[in-house]
């Protein structure tokens, strides 16, 4: 493989669950949300809204039905990345536009040396609902994912997850 700081960077990212005390800052949090928002989207529709949350309640109370979320009672912050169904490209395009813009946090986040893990929200509909009423969120907003943030109380190392069977060329049954 072709050796390069930026795709070892990329390779070395990993979901971090277990943080410190440090809070994030502010300039930070903006930091991670200007990335996030230059993501690709669909018709360039950028349908995406983004909840910052520093609320221990609020956390708590997520934690309550989401049954992954436990260690957000560690996270400095979480945001919560949501889709707008009417500013959408076509029914259903939110989602991977959303991806993208949660996948973009991932990785901000690890350049400025903050621990991130995708909490899924999207599409287990009991879930959406309960976020929906926790946050306030519109009709028309669909929550996507909560992205927890902290700063790694520990590193974690890279695994190795380059498999080349799962590599097609021009059809599937060429491997």
């Known amino acids: 493989m072709i050796q390069n700081d930026k795709i070892d960077w990329i390779l070395q990212r990993r979901s971090i669950r277990k943080y410190s005390d440090k809070k994030i800052s502010r300039e930070e949090i903006d930091t991670i949300l200007k990335v996030a928002m230059y ?11 983004f909840v910052v949350i520093d609320d221990r309640e609020l ?6 039905f989401h ?5 957000l009672k560690y996270a400095s ?3 919560l990345v949501c ?7 076509d029914d259903g395009f939110w989602v991977m536009d959303c991806g993208a813009a949660t996948e973009n946090m991932l990785l901000a986040a690890h350049g400025l040396g ?5 909490i899924g929200i ?7 609902e309960q976020t929906k009423e926790l946050f306030s969120l519109p009709e028309h907003v669909a929550p996507f994912a909560l992205v927890s943030l902290g700063y790694p109380l520990e590193p974690r190392p890279m ?7 799962k590599i097609h060329s021009n059809n599937w049954e060429n491997k």
């Open 39 to 49: 993501a690709p989207s669909a018709m360039n529709k950028q349908p995406w809204h």
């Open 159 to 165: 695994p190795e997850r380059y498999h080349p069977e």
């Open 83 to 89: 889709g707008d169904e009417q500013e959408q490209h």
């Open 114 to 118: 903050i621990g991130a893990c995708w």
């Open 77 to 79: 912050h979480a945001i």
């Open 122 to 128: 999207h599409p287990r509909e009991k879930r959406k």
């Open 67 to 71: 049954p992954h979320a436990s260690f």
């Open 59 to 64: 956390l708590n109370k997520f934690m309550e």
